[in-house]
Structures are given as structure tokens and as C-alpha cells.
């Protein structure tokens, strides 16, 4: 349970949150990055002086695109080098290989305008401790499913058949696929469509591929993590620069930049 405080926490004196209301650390964490971000495009002079700060983590369209413009033009990111993809692919060769699937079901919990995410959050984490935690011969997964799922797939218990990495979102499939986890996962999965609980019923592995023949998909995962890594530092200096008030971006990773 999180303490409610009268004093909101701010980035340079501009709140987070309303009084009263007690966001998780998590959700302080990706409206201060949010926030330090704008004041920033403002700075710059991609953005309006006078663009109004929410204080419930919503922008204006304005400042979401005047930051899309900020990042172009101010946080570098690398180009990797041949060899430096073909040491990523030796050490990562499964999530590079052809024709693997997956048998999945899930439970979604929809990410839509005017949700309350926090909220939302702790009611998937909720339900999926109870999936988790069933005893044996009590599979709860699909009913949960056919009660709580906001996919059309909850009405068969949530089932999605066999998947390979282009038949989901990427964010999504970077999180199942070149591991070998079976079961329910222990954490929920994060996509653009919402929080996903998820459950691993088959794997079906794929056939390893040469690096030439993937090397673009290579050196695309690892500029992905170039520009996260470049991004966390700049956000870093960013918040060295202000004034931060009850939220603590010391080595935190946030929604922005995983």
C-alpha cells in the first residue's frame, strides 16, 4: 500500500501528481522522465513556452512530438560495428533463429485512454499471483481468462495457438521468444496493447541461422539497445541538472527507456 502524501512530488517545481494521490515509484519514475523531457523540448524551442504540464502523466500532443524531435536531434546513439554484431549474435543465437513458435495463452488487460494504469497494474499483478499460485490439478487460467481478458481470445480461456515472432508485436515477442521458459510467467508482459499475463504451453525451436543471414536483424537489436542505453544517460543529465522533489532517478530504468 502506498503512503498518500500532501506534497506531490515535482521535477523543477512542476507537479507529478495531484495532492492526495499516491502514484507507484514506477509511474513517479516515467512522469519525471516524461516531464524532464518536455521542459527540456521547451528549452530547446521545439515546444511552446506556454505548453501546460499535467500533473495526471498526460501531455499534450504538441509536447509528445516536440520530444519525438528532441531525442532525434540531441541523444546520439551509435552505429554497431561488424564485429561487435557478430559477437551479439554468438552470445544471442537463439533469438535469431528460423521458424520458432510458440503455444501461448494470455490474459490482456487493456491499456486504454483515460485508464487508470496504476490501478490497472496491481489488479493484473493480482490475478496473476492467483494463476501462479493454484494448486495442483486447478488450473485457474482459463477462467481468469473468460472473466478478465479484454482480447476476443479470453472466450477460449485465453488460448492464441502456436505464434512465431511476426505474428506478435515485437516489444512482445522480444519478452517469449530465445528463452526457455515453460508455465506461467513470473512477470507480467508489457505490449502497446496493454499488460499481458502469459503462459508458455509449448515451445517448438527453430532452426539456427548464419550470421550473414541475419545481420540485419543483429545489428537492428543492437542499436535498440544502443538507443536505450543512450537515452538512460541522457535522461541521467537531465536529472542532474534539476530540481527533483520525492521521486529518486538514481540508476532507475522507466517504461521510456526498457
Given at each position: ?36 523531457l ?32 528532441l ?48 490501478a490497472?497494474?496491481?489488479?493484473a ?27 476476443p ?36 508482459v ?25 545481420a ?28 527533483l ?14
Open positions: 500500500m502506498h503512503e498518500v502524501t500532501d506534497k506531490p512530488a515535482r521535477v523543477n517545481g512542476v507537479e507529478l501528481h495531484a495532492a492526495g494521490e499516491a502514484p507507484d515509484a514506477a509511474t513517479l519514475r516515467q512522469r519525471a522522465c516524461v516531464e524532464l518536455r521542459q527540456r523540448a521547451i528549452a530547446a524551442g521545439l515546444l511552446a513556452a506556454d505548453d501546460e504540464a499535467g500533473c495526471d502523466g498526460v501531455i499534450s500532443e504538441a509536447a509528445a512530438e516536440a520530444i519525438e524531435g531525442i532525434d536531434r540531441e541523444v546520439e546513439v551509435p552505429e554497431p560495428d561488424d564485429e561487435a554484431c557478430r559477437r551479439h549474435h554468438a552470445a544471442n543465437a537463439a533469438q535469431f533463429d528460423e521458424g520458432e513458435a510458440l503455444r501461448l495463452r494470455h490474459i490482456l488487460f487493456a491499456v486504454t485512454p483515460g485508464v487508470d494504469v496504476v490497472l497494474r496491481k489488479h499483478e493480482h490475478v496473476l499471483l492467483e494463476v501462479r499460485s493454484h494448486e495442483d490439478g486447478v488450473d485457474p487460467f482459463v477462467e481468469a481468462a473468460r472473466t478478465q481478458s479484454n482480447c481470445s479470453g472466450a477460449e480461456g485465453g488460448d492464441l495457438g502456436w505464434l512465431t515472432r511476426d505474428d506478435c508485436a515485437p516489444e512482445f515477442a522480444r519478452e517469449l521468444f530465445g528463452r526457455d521458459e515453460l508455465g506461467v510467467l513470473p512477470r507480467l508489457h505490449s502497446r496493447f496493454g499488460l499481458h499475463v502469459v503462459e508458455v504451453l509449448e515451445r517448438r525451436p527453430g532452426e539456427s541461422r548464419a550470421f550473414e543471414a541475419v540485419g536483424a543483429v545489428r537492428a537489436s543492437l542499436r535498440r539497445q544502443a538507443y536505450h542505453t543512450a537515452l538512460r544517460q541522457y535522461l541521467a543529465l537531465l536529472a542532474g541538472a534539476a530540481e522533489e520525492g521521486v529518486d532517478l538514481d540508476g532507475a530504468d522507466t517504461p521510456l527507456v526498457q
